[in-house]
């Protein structure tokens, strides 16, 4: 039986090349998001600007960030899979980049997937199911990083089932933001901890 080669591992990315991927990336999740309300029947989401949707969508990032401190310290799959991403991502950025780090991929990964797709597909266990996977293989850079897609798919059905709870999709919107920023922050600032130092 012939040995399936190992993936290749990627070249390192340039700060710039990091910040057009994010940016492109947004843009396109948006751009199907605005052809898939404007083709279809699905009525979006809403959004509410409320105090107690903000301090909802802050405990529900706060909880998510706990929940990954903790998971990344006991199993080695998930800890070696964000290594690898946050040095892949995060390594080139300055510091202010970390902004867009946190606003664009929530932003737009919540329009698409929580605000368009979860309804397009009904608010029941289905749909929750069918958006979460798709956001899981959104974060699959390659093959070795399946324990990362197997988090960011039970994060996406997370986030669904609070936008479902709430009926508003600023919740998630704030929580996966928060996230992204703890994250990139604690990781960028050495105070998250990574593989070669566990």
């Given amino acids: 039986m012939a040995q399936i080669p190992e993936t290749p591992e990627m070249e390192p990315l340039t700060r710039i090349q990091v910040l057009i991927a994010m940016g492109v990336t947004a843009?396109?999740?948006l751009l199907v998001a605005k052809l898939w309300m404007h083709l279809g029947s699905v009525?979006?989401?809403p959004v509410k600007l409320t105090t107690e949707a903000i301090l909802q969508?802050?405990?529900?990032g706060l909880g998510v960030t706990i929940a990954s401190s903790i998971i990344y310290r006991f199993w080695a799959a998930y800890r070696i899979s964000a290594d690898y991403y946050l040095e892949l991502?995060?390594?080139p950025l300055l510091i202010p980049d970390l902004v867009w780090l946190g606003l664009?991929?929530?932003?737009?990964?919540?329009?698409l997937f929580r605000?368009?797709?979860l309804p397009e597909?009904?608010?029941t266990l289905e749909g929750v199911l069918i958006s979460s996977v798709c956001f899981g293989v959104l974060h699959l850079s390659n093959f070795k990083q399946w324990a990362y897609v197997v988090w960011a798919t039970c994060i996406?059905?997370?986030f669904a089932y609070s936008a479902i709870w709430t009926g508003n999709l600023l919740v998630p919107i704030v929580a996966h933001v928060l996230t992204n920023l703890i994250a990139a922050f604690m990781w960028k600032l050495g105070d998250y901890p990574r593989a070669s130092n566990s």
């Avoid at 969508?57 to 529900?60: A, E, K, M, Y």
């Avoid at 664009?104 to 329009?111: C, D, H, I, K, R």
């Fill in 121 to 123: 597909f009904g608010l």
């Fill in 43 to 45: 009525n979006l989401l």
């Fill in 89 to 91: 991502v995060l390594k």
């Fill in 57 to 60: 969508g802050v405990g529900l």
């Fill in 115 to 117: 605000g368009v797709m």
């Fill in 104 to 111: 664009l991929p929530g932003l737009s990964e919540e329009l």
């Fill in 156 to 158: 996406g059905a997370l």
């Fill in 27 to 29: 843009v396109v999740l």
